[in-house]
């Protein structure tokens, strides 16, 4: 009896069996239906399945082949997400990146912060494969490229970011920490590889292209400025440093080569110019342009040396900053009163020499100097970084001594209310005069009267000079101010250096 029970209760299955043999079929072939889908790109089907296995393990979780079905599907899940973050680590369009990221939210296998991290980390990737494909043989031209793929590819990023994630505003170094702060330190990190990137090239040598890669750079932080990653603040210590370290190694060149030519120069006879009669011809100085002093002709060490440093100065006026006025200003000092502490026999001739160093290439350098910083410019950079001062309206504002632009009234209570001044004192406005520039050190001029000095026993006396006494002016304060023995030239405003094709000859 038993037996028949069970037997029929077996055939009553079988037929159940037979009966949904096609639904349980469907199901039992899910896993490969899933890994199909997923191996063929169809992800929109393979989500679906992906939420019909999980309705079947909310409800029979308990039966093992359900057991079975549901981790072959989320093998299957898991090879999905290792695909769509690799589409991401490809040169993928903005479309596709937001059809992506929407796969990997219907997934809900990451939170929006690791979404967030895992969009950035494929996507720096990808950067850094098409960075690592640029060639490194030639600094100029790994730096160019450097260039153009971060403006071009890092922007598209920036772009997608801001696209996908749209609640996430534009980074500000005040953000606080969360979502917001991943975007910011993630390009924080990007433009901070890339100026180690410039640096490290510059450093190698660019050659003289450097306005060139001033101008990309520039371009580059501007085009960022956009959204909000303006970096151009931090690209100009770099070049400053670099312009800097190209004329000190130029003017060292100069100054090396200027000393083997004074170990075989010898003053034996007067120079063709300084003792011959026959006037020799001086060429005719283009408008706008300055003309070495010819009388150099005669000392063709001393010519050698202006050639030099006209070389520096020409490749120091395609990146010039008016930051630099002080450094190449020191620069110069030290190299010529290195090369004027000059010892001879021949008195008469070396005094010659000494005077057309003195009175022709140092006022010519100086000329120079101003072509490359103005005074106009120099004066205005001081204003812009100085605070305001203060004048009373009933006198004359004079300079206050120092560094600082603060101007101040003579009178005693200045600095509070003049009494000789119904009216407060009332602000100056920005700005120094070019005039005041000598108060504040040797800003673009040789030191002239400092050279001088080692030479002064070897340099005739002045017409009418009997003993040299310091020159003083009394200035506003009636005070003795120190004026410059050789007062600058103030070149016009289109004054140009000569060019590489007109040094001065050598003879």
């Known amino acids: 009896m038993r037996d028949a029970e069970a037997i029929a209760c077996s055939r009553r299955m079988n037929s159940l069996t037979l009966n949904r043999h096609t639904e349980i079929l469907e199901i039992l072939e899910i896993p490969q239906l899933m890994d199909t889908c997923v191996r063929n790109g169809y992800y929109e089907e393979a989500l679906e399945l992906t939420a019909y296995v999980r309705r079947l393990e909310r409800k ?12 072959e599907v989320r093998q299957s899940a898991q090879l999905m997400l290792n695909q769509l973050i690799q589409q991401l680590r490809t040169n993928i369009p903005l479309p596709a990146c937001l059809r992506v990221i929407g796969f990997l939210r219907r997934m809900d296998v990451l939170t929006e912060a690791e979404l967030r991290v895992k969009f950035l980390q494929a996507r720096d990737a990808w950067l850094r494969s098409v960075q690592a494909s640029i060639p490194d043989h030639d600094p100029y031209v790994h730096v160019t490229k450097t260039i153009e793929a971060c403006r071009v590819h890092l922007f598209d990023v920036v772009t997608q970011y801001r696209a996908i994630f749209s609640d996430e505003e534009p980074p500000v170094p005040a953000a606080a920490p969360g979502e917001g702060a991943i975007f910011h330190s993630w390009v924080l990190q990007k433009v901070s590889e890339f100026l180690r990137a410039l640096r ?3 450093d190698r040598g660019v050659g003289g292209r450097l306005d060139s890669l001033l101008g990309q750079c520039m371009y580059f932080g501007l085009s960022f400025s956009r959204v ?3 970096f151009r603040g931090q690209l100009a210590p770099l070049f400053q440093r670099v312009a800097a370290d190209a004329f000190g190694k130029a003017v060292e060149e100069a100054v090396e080569k200027f000393r083997e030519e004074m170990n075989s120069y010898t003053l034996i ?4 110019v300084l003792g011959g009669t026959a006037a020799v011809p001086v060429p005719t100085a283009q408008p706008g342009t300055l003309q070495p002093p010819m009388v150099l002709l005669d000392f063709p060490p001393l010519a050698c040396f202006l050639n030099g440093l006209l070389v ?13 006025a002080q450094d190449v200003t020191d620069c110069l000092d030290a190299a010529l009163g290195e090369e004027a502490a000059f010892s001879g026999r021949e008195q008469e001739l070396f005094t010659q020499f000494c005077t057309a160093f003195l009175e022709d290439l140092l006022p010519y350098l100086n000329r120079c100097l101003q072509v490359l910083f103005p005074p106009a410019q120099i004066a205005q950079a001081l204003g812009e970084f100085s605070g305001f001062g203060f004048h009373c309206r009933g006198r004359t504002p004079v300079a206050s001594p120092g560094t600082e632009r603060a101007l101040s009234c003579s009178c005693p209570s200045a600095g509070s209310r003049c009494p000789q001044s119904p009216s407060p004192l009332s602000p100056l406005p920005q700005g120094v005069p070019p005039t005041q520039l000598q108060r504040f050190g040797r800003l673009g001029r040789i030191d002239v009267a400092a050279l001088r000095e080692p030479l002064a026993f070897l340099l005739p006396p002045a017409p009418g000079e009997e003993e040299p006494l310091p020159e003083t002016a009394p200035d506003a ?15 016009s405003g289109d004054a140009a250096l000569p060019g590489e094709g007109d040094p001065v000859a050598t003879g």
């Not at 029979?60 to 981790?71: A, K, L, T, W």
């Not at 520096?312 to 630099?324: G, M």
């Not at 304060?477 to 070149?491: I, M, Q």
Request: net charge negative.
């Open 60 to 71: 029979h979780s308990s039966i093992p082949v359900i057991q079975g079905i549901v981790e």
């Open 312 to 324: 520096a100065f020409n490749d120091l006026r395609l990146c010039c900053p008016i930051a630099l």
């Open 228 to 230: 909000g990653v303006d």
């Open 477 to 491: 304060e009636g005070e003795h101010a120190a004026v410059p023995t050789e007062p600058p030239e103030s070149p």
């Open 200 to 202: 490290r090239d510059l």
């Open 269 to 272: 006879s007067a120079p063709a």
